[in-house]
């Protein structure tokens, strides 16, 4: 069975864990080990994830999967966005599952959640990033609706990578 519950203060060691497992599960193939921990040790901190779960436009979500945590969700809005998109759209700048657990619609629950929130804040658009490689997660959000409007540098540790900007209009 699946939930989906919003994370907390409280929760900041939990995404921190997941965040770390499952970044790391998506790209370790993909980077050097040193630029991996770079990023990692950036990115998934537990002070700079305790400021983005205290930023009152950014939201974090589990995904449960029998009682395990699964994957997460993180969305911004208004200045929280990584791209100056302005007010009318929600961005989803985190989505990842768990390898173990993929394949059982969770990464659509996930988007779906998104999707409910974006409708809920009366948003127009909602966009992400997403890595150019990842053709997986790119046939995803374009079966789900999103086509690729720009693109924008990602850093890895100091390795420039681009990630495709990926938008729906609601």
């Known amino acids: 069975m699946m939930t989906i ?28 080990p040193e630029h991996l921990n770079a990023y990692l040790e950036k990115a998934y901190n537990l002070e700079a994830l305790k400021q983005e779960l205290a930023n009152p436009s950014s939201h974090f979500f589990f995904v449960y999967w029998e009682q395990e945590i699964a994957g997460y969700l993180k969305v911004n809005m208004d200045k929280a966005q990584t791209e100056a998109m302005g007010s009318g759209s929600l961005e989803v700048e985190r989505i990842y599952v768990k390898q173990h657990y993929q394949k059982h619609g969770l990464g659509k629950a996930l988007l779906n959640k998104a999707f409910e929130i974006a409708l809920d804040e009366k948003k127009q658009a909602i966009w992400l990033g997403v890595w150019e490689d990842n053709t997986n997660a790119i046939a995803f959000y374009q079966k789900k609706g999103f086509v690729q409007t720009g693109s924008h540098s990602f850093f890895m540790g100091d390795d420039e990578q681009v990630d495709l900007i990926m938008t729906k209009t609601l």
Do not use: D, G, P, Y
């Open 5 to 32: 519950k919003k994370c907390n203060l409280e929760n900041a060691s939990e995404l921190q864990r997941i965040s770390v497992e499952t970044f790391t599960e998506t790209f370790k193939e993909h980077n050097s």
